[in-house]
């Protein structure tokens, strides 16, 4: 069922604790239970199974339920020991979980959606049970009741749902690569704004209460910080591939990012933020485990400029047929500096360097006076890579065990110990 993994000394670097292989299909989602060293899965292949740690060391399952279709998501309270279960069908069911995890007695049952459920978030100070669908469709429940309180029809299929308690707000991704903050009533919801900084679909949400910060996830590889209610006028977009400048005005006052954290082999599959040492987990479908420290003063990326001519050598570009005529050259390839955002041709441009602070810890395009302004303490990581060695599909961290879980595409769930890098 599950092989026990012996710890090797501790290093700077995520320890493997231990490895459920007992799945017939991918685990979809899959979180940790908090002091009572378990593991909750749902998979594709219709179970829900509750894993509890054996004095052998393995990991064995106390419950093993099978469902009437596919589950494709999941939230679970611990303090409530409330299960919450969304299926292909578009059913939401819930379960209460018995104090010993061996026993799982039906509480509700959901007509949510008309297709897939793909987020489900029980929220235990409203008794609201949230959800979005393939179907396009925001909904939330009472979860007392069973009867649906609200509906918002979204543009694109939701990916990614977070919710702020204090103020109600909804945070909801999509896979246009937009973000829609609703404000959510006991009966009816307001749209407060939209935007978007991903060319990709977004595929992760995490949202930081204290701090007012969302950060957001995509499939462009890419992670963007946004700061909600920072009160600056502009948010400002850039990840090595894109470049964008919008102004958002809305609830929260305007949006802003404060850089773009580049993730480059692979897309985000999902986001954990640590808030007690202000580090930011990713993980990819590449099987990469990012940490990222964000108690750092990161620097905006800046606006790419347009320009018909390189703007250190003045060497017309391919385009500009006139300057190209005059001068009697061939015109250039257009590139552009990652650090100062001028347009450049390949020979000004020929150096690369990371620049942590702006989110690129590998290297990227400068140009040859930024190369040369670069210092060494600019180049310093504010990063850590690490590799899970198996295609991860979903992540949950658990702050008050220091440990992370990663289900794979290889339909095996693995269990870290981070406190190594997460400190």
Same mark, same amino acid.
């Given at each position: 069922m599950a092989a026990e993994i012996q710890p090797k000394p501790q290093t700077r670097t995520p320890v493997l604790l231990n490895k459920i292989e007992a799945s017939q299909d991918v685990v979809n989602t899959a979180v940790i239970i908090p002091k009572e060293d378990g593991v909750i899965s749902v998979s594709e292949d219709r179970t829900i199974r509750i894993w509890l740690k054996r004095d052998s060391g393995q990991y064995w399952p106390s419950i093993y339920h099978t469902m009437p279709d596919s589950c494709s998501c999941m939230s679970f309270n611990p303090e409530t020991r409330r299960l919450s279960m969304g299926m292909e069908n578009g059913i939401i069911s819930e379960?209460?979980?018995?104090?010993? +995890?061996?026993?799982?007695?039906?509480?509700?049952? +959901?007509?949510?959606?008309?297709?897939?459920?793909?987020?489900?978030?029980?929220?235990?100070?409203?008794?609201?049970?949230?959800?979005?669908?393939?179907?396009?469709?925001?909904?939330?429940?009472?979860?007392?009741?069973?009867?649906?309180?609200?509906?918002?029809?979204?543009?694109?299929?939701?990916?990614g749902l977070q919710f702020d308690v204090e103020t109600r707000h909804a945070f909801v991704g999509d896979y246009s690569g937009q973000v829609t903050i609703l404000k959510l009533e006991l009966d009816s919801c307001s749209l407060v704004t939209t935007f978007k900084g991903h060319t990709g679909n977004v595929t992760a949400l995490c949202w930081d209460p204290v701090q007012r910060v969302l950060f957001s996830g995509s499939a462009d590889h890419s992670i963007i910080m946004w700061d909600i209610g920072g009160g600056k006028g502009t948010v400002e977009i850039s990840g090595g591939l894109f470049k964008q400048l919008l102004t958002r005005k809305g609830l929260y006052h305007n949006f802003h990012n404060f850089t773009v954290l580049y993730q480059p082999h692979s897309k985000v599959q999902g986001l954990c933020y640590a808030p007690h040492t202000r580090q930011l987990i990713s993980c990819s479908s590449d099987g990469g485990i990012v940490i990222w420290n964000m108690d750092v003063t990161r620097q905006e990326t800046p606006e790419w400029l347009d320009s018909d001519s390189c703007q250190k050598c003045e060497q017309p570009?391919?385009?500009?047929?006139?300057?190209?005529?005059?001068?009697?050259?061939?015109?250039?390839?257009?590139?552009?500096?990652?650090?100062?955002?001028?347009?450049?041709?390949?020979?000004?441009?020929?150096?690369?360097?990371?620049?942590?602070?702006?989110?690129?810890?590998?290297?990227?395009?400068?140009?040859?006076?930024?190369?040369?302004?670069i210092t060494d303490e600019d180049r310093a990581p504010t990063a850590t890579f690490h590799d899970s060695k198996h295609s991860i599909v979903y992540m949950h961290y658990e702050p008050t065990m220091g440990w992370l879980l990663t289900s794979g595409a290889d339909k095996v769930v693995k269990l870290w110990d981070m406190t190594p890098v997460v400190s």
């Amino acid at each position: 069922m599950a092989a026990e993994i012996q710890p090797k000394p501790q290093t700077r670097t995520p320890v493997l604790l231990n490895k459920i292989e007992a799945s017939q299909d991918v685990v979809n989602t899959a979180v940790i239970i908090p002091k009572e060293d378990g593991v909750i899965s749902v998979s594709e292949d219709r179970t829900i199974r509750i894993w509890l740690k054996r004095d052998s060391g393995q990991y064995w399952p106390s419950i093993y339920h099978t469902m009437p279709d596919s589950c494709s998501c999941m939230s679970f309270n611990p303090e409530t020991r409330r299960l919450s279960m969304g299926m292909e069908n578009g059913i939401i069911s819930e379960f209460i979980l018995s104090e010993d +995890y061996n026993k799982m007695t039906p509480a509700q049952t +959901y007509q949510a959606h008309q297709g897939r459920v793909t987020v489900v978030l029980f929220v235990l100070e409203m008794e609201w049970v949230l959800s979005t669908g393939q179907d396009k469709n925001f909904t939330w429940h009472c979860s007392e009741s069973g009867t649906q309180l609200g509906l918002y029809r979204t543009t694109a299929w939701v990916s990614g749902l977070q919710f702020d308690v204090e103020t109600r707000h909804a945070f909801v991704g999509d896979y246009s690569g937009q973000v829609t903050i609703l404000k959510l009533e006991l009966d009816s919801c307001s749209l407060v704004t939209t935007f978007k900084g991903h060319t990709g679909n977004v595929t992760a949400l995490c949202w930081d209460p204290v701090q007012r910060v969302l950060f957001s996830g995509s499939a462009d590889h890419s992670i963007i910080m946004w700061d909600i209610g920072g009160g600056k006028g502009t948010v400002e977009i850039s990840g090595g591939l894109f470049k964008q400048l919008l102004t958002r005005k809305g609830l929260y006052h305007n949006f802003h990012n404060f850089t773009v954290l580049y993730q480059p082999h692979s897309k985000v599959q999902g986001l954990c933020y640590a808030p007690h040492t202000r580090q930011l987990i990713s993980c990819s479908s590449d099987g990469g485990i990012v940490i990222w420290n964000m108690d750092v003063t990161r620097q905006e990326t800046p606006e790419w400029l347009d320009s018909d001519s390189c703007q250190k050598c003045e060497q017309p570009f391919f385009w500009n047929f006139k300057q190209m005529w005059d001068s009697k050259k061939i015109g250039l390839r257009q590139h552009h500096c990652r650090k100062c955002g001028q347009a450049v041709c390949g020979k000004c441009s020929a150096k690369r360097s990371t620049i942590p602070l702006m989110g690129f810890e590998f290297e990227v395009r400068v140009c040859d006076s930024c190369h040369e302004s670069i210092t060494d303490e600019d180049r310093a990581p504010t990063a850590t890579f690490h590799d899970s060695k198996h295609s991860i599909v979903y992540m949950h961290y658990e702050p008050t065990m220091g440990w992370l879980l990663t289900s794979g595409a290889d339909k095996v769930v693995k269990l870290w110990d981070m406190t190594p890098v997460v400190s």
